[in-house]
Structure formats: structure tokens, C-alpha cells
């Protein structure tokens, strides 16, 4: 390599022998590619021969006209050479890139700063070979700034559809990518993780119009003419169930009263009393009474009782049934997020007994289940979105219903099938491991939401939901 200030991108190319021949082909059409790209000066190829492990290695060296034409295209064009390398030959060849440069007065890299801004090492190239920062300090433009955040969610061919496509069609395909090695063209799975468990809260559970009240104009007061129509609504109502009573042999006399019937927030206790048909409604004005004793917390384990007494579950009460359990729902809405969260290494141990003979590692069977609960996330949202897209659009129930059932079988299935590809075992041992599993679930989600339910009651019981 001749001396120059210029940078140098270099990529060693690895495959096996049998499609060398191949891999030649490919090789000239991506030369002749990278040399129509403005920035490239040159591309010299330096094969190595054949390696140890019996496999072909080439290296191409990029000369690159300044620094900022290998910014770009290490966002861009480099970081497609996995991606075109995959999808032309699999498992069967690999690229490894980095960045050299070679000065003929100091033969060292003359960067602007030599030394890395954030941990202090030596540069010798774009990138810190230490932390990995870059060693470009130029100011981005607000522009470049709103382009990182959402260029992968408008790219077609960005990580992010590159992963989730084949997370929702390719049941194991992104667990058994990332064991094999195979991790650039996607995104990291608890990122992945983390953004579609949010998405999917955001989408079940955020109301714009509760949330964002103050954004929204309130609704106009009824008019008379409507006032007049829930009245006669609720005086249909009425004479239904009086109807309803008369036909069971009850006396219209004997129900009850026309203003108890109004009250929709009451639900009387009624029990018809001797022969004659007498009922009787035991109604206190719509209130609930919150009444615990000892006797009603008698069986309870004695660590359980010590934290939630009598007094303190009457709180609770009281509580709830002052705003009709908004507080509580909305911690335990909370605290749904930490229990999945805790579920994840639960299940990853379940793994790791079906399987104790795999050789693998705790981590890797954790990677499976962070990846299953992506699926299950995404497949979730993507139903909630369907749902109030066909309400929206006036689709018919049926065709909606029909989605939604093929849908919610889907995830079952998903799961046989990833443990299939995953662990690669004959279908019969899957099966067994399968429903093992499936029950291991059903008692670890059992476990987790109650513990959030009792979460909840705790912060209830203490004010942290901050009803008074």
C-alpha cells in the first residue's frame, strides 16, 4: 500500500473452497460497484490463499479520498457488505472490515485529535480501538440528528425491518442468527426488547384524551333532547326488568321501588322470600361497605398477614372504592412491565432444565425467551392496531374476529416452531419439552401478576398511587 494521508477501508473476505469460484464472480461485480462510488479512489484485492481451517481469504483495500467519505459510507455502503455477503452465500463466507491509514512523515494515523475524547487512548483509525468512540468532533446539524433517530424506521432495508420480519415469520431465526454469529444485520435483542414491550403499552394502554386532556376541547354538555332520550332509555329499561319480574311469578307491587331502579351505580342483593314470591332488595344507597376481620385473613401465610392486616386492607378498600379502582389499576398497569421483566430469567431457567444436555448457556437459552416476548409484544400490538383500524374503516366483525383468532393460535404454534429450530430435536422430545414449558408459563405468569397485584395493593394501602 503506497503512503498516503488518505484513509483506507479494508475488508478480509472468508469462504469456503467449494464455492470459491463463485465467490470470484461475486467479488469483480462489487469491485466494479465500489469503483463507480464517488469518494473511492481505488480498490486493490490481496489474496491470501487458503487457511488453516481449509477456507479462502481475500482482502480488498478501499482508498478513500478523506475522512468524511468513510463516515458516510460506513453508514451506508460498508455496512452492506455483510448483508449482500449473507444473502448470496450464507453460512458459507464472512467479512471482517476496519479502518487503516498509513503517513509517511509520523506512521501513525494523522487524525484531528490523536488521542480519544472519551477514554483517552492512542487513535489509529476512525474508530477508538479502546471504547469505540468515533474521532470525528464536528457539530451534527439538527437535520443529521432527526435522520439518526428515525432513518432506520423509514429505510427499508435498515436493521430494524431487517429484524423484525423475520422475528414475526421466521419462528427462531434471530436466536439461531445470533448464537451462529450472525448479529450486525439486526438489532440487539433486549433493545429490541425494551422498544417493542414500549410500543406495545403505549398502544394498549396510553389515551390520548385522558393523558392529554388539556389538548383536547370537552365534550359539550347533553341536551335537552338527549337528557330526554336516556331517560326514556332508562325508563324502557325499567319496564323490561319489571316485566322480567312478573314473568318468574313476582309481583310488579313486590319488586321495588321506580327510584332504586335509577340509581345504575347499585347493585341490590335480592332474594325472594317464602312461597309467595316476596323480594327483597338489600341496597345501602350505592355504597359499598368495606368490612374485614381476623377470620377473613385466618388462612393467610403469617408473612402475608404481617404486611397486610385488617386496618391496612379496609385502607385498601376504601381506596379503591373511592375512585372505582383507577388508582390500583393504574399501578398495577405499572408494575406489569417489572413482572414480565422478572419473567424472563424464570423461563430462561426453565430452558435450561429441559435441556441439559444442549451445552449451552443460561444467557443463550435468556436470549431465546427475550426473543419469544418480542414476538409475543409485536404480535399484540399489530392486533390491537388491526382492531381499531377495521372499527375504524367499518370492516365487517366477522373478517376482524377471524384475524384475530388466527392470530392469537399463531403464538403457540411460534413457539414449537422456534424451539424446533433452535434446538434442533426430533419432534417428539419437542412436544414433551413444549407443553413442559407451556406450563411453566402458566404458573411463571400466575406468579409474576400476582406478584404485581399485591404490588399494587401495597402501594394503594400506603398512598403511593396518591388517592387519600
Not at 457539530?139 to 430494524?160: K, M, P, T, V
Not at 410500543?199 to 354538555?221: K, M, N, S, T
Not at 385466618?298 to 388508582?327: M, N, Q, Y
Amino acid at each position: 500500500m503506497a503512503n498516503r494521508s488518505g484513509p483506507v477501508y479494508e475488508s478480509t473476505f472468508v469462504v469456503d473452497v467449494e464455492r470459491a469460484a463463485e465467490f470470484e464472480s461475486w467479488l469483480e461485480r462489487f469491485v466494479r460497484a465500489s469503483l463507480q462510488l464517488d469518494g473511492i479512489e481505488a480498490v486493490h484485492q490481496r489474496d491470501t490463499g487458503t487457511g488453516e481451517d481449509g477456507r479462502v481469504r481475500t482482502i480488498l483495500q478501499f482508498d478513500c479520498r478523506d475522512d468524511s467519505i468513510v463516515d458516510e459510507l460506513l453508514d451506508s455502503y460498508f455496512a452492506e457488505i455483510d448483508i449482500s455477503l449473507a444473502d448470496a452465500f450464507g453460512d458459507a463466507a464472512s467479512a471482517v472490515g476496519r479502518c487503516l491509514r498509513e503517513d509517511h512523515s509520523r506512521d501513525v494515523v494523522s487524525i484531528e485529535n490523536p488521542d480519544c475524547l472519551n477514554c483517552g487512548a492512542h487513535l489509529s483509525g476512525q474508530y477508538c480501538g479502546n471504547c469505540g468512540q468515533r474521532s470525528a468532533t464536528r457539530l451534527i446539524s439538527i437535520w443529521q440528528l432527526l435522520a439518526e433517530a428515525f432513518g432506520d424506521l423509514f429505510e427499508l432495508d435498515s436493521r430494524l425491518w431487517r429484524t423484525l420480519i423475520p422475528l414475526l415469520i421466521r419462528p427462531g431465526q434471530l436466536t439461531r442468527d445470533y448464537l451462529l454469529g450472525r448479529r450486525a444485520r439486526y438489532m440487539p435483542p433486549f433493545r429490541m426488547y425494551l422498544v417493542l414491550s414500549l410500543i406495545f403499552f403505549v398502544v394498549a394502554f396510553f389515551d390520548p384524551r385522558e393523558e392529554l386532556g388539556l389538548l383536547f376541547e370537552p365534550e359539550p354538555p347533553p341536551t335537552a333532547a338527549e337528557e330526554a332520550a336516556r331517560e326514556s332509555e332508562a325508563q324502557q329499561a325499567k319496564e323490561e326488568i319489571l316485566d322480567e319480574f312478573q314473568r318468574a311469578g313476582i309481583g310488579r307491587e313486590d319488586a321495588v321501588s321506580a327510584d332504586r331502579l335509577d340509581k345504575s351505580d347499585e347493585q341490590p342483593d335480592a332474594t325472594p322470600d317464602g312461597a309467595g314470591g316476596t323480594l327483597r332488595w338489600d341496597v345501602n344507597d350505592g355504597e359499598a361497605e368495606c368490612d374485614v376481620d381476623s377470620d377473613s385473613i385466618a388462612g393467610w401465610p403469617e408473612w402475608f398477614k404481617r404486611r397486610l392486616t385488617p386496618a391496612r386492607l379496609e385502607v385498601v378498600c376504601d381506596r379503591i372504592v373511592a375512585d372505582e379502582g383507577a388508582t390500583f389499576l393504574d399501578l398495577l398497569v405499572d408494575n406489569i412491565p417489572i413482572a414480565l421483566i422478572v419473567l424472563l430469567p424464570l423461563m430462561a431457567l426453565v430452558l435450561k432444565i429441559l435441556y441439559p444436555l444442549s451445552r449451552r448457556y443460561f444467557v443463550e437459552h435468556l436470549l431465546f425467551i427475550v426473543h419469544f416476548h418480542a414476538f409475543f409484544f409485536l404480535i399484540l400490538t399489530l392486533q390491537i392496531l388491526f382492531s381499531r383500524l377495521t372499527n375504524a374503516v367499518g370492516v365487517a366483525g366477522g373478517v376482524s374476529t377471524l384475524v384475530m383468532v388466527a392470530a392469537s393460535l399463531y403464538i403457540p404454534v411460534y413457539l414449537y416452531m422456534a424451539m424446533r429450530r433452535v434446538y434442533d430435536q426430533r419432534h417428539i422430545l419437542t412436544i414433551i419439552k413444549y407443553f413442559a414449558l407451556v406450563v411453566a408459563y402458566w404458573l411463571g405468569v400466575s406468579l409474576t401478576m400476582l406478584g404485581a397485584i399485591l404490588f399494587a395493593v401495597l402501594a394503594v394501602s400506603t398512598g403511593a398511587g396518591g388517592t387519600q
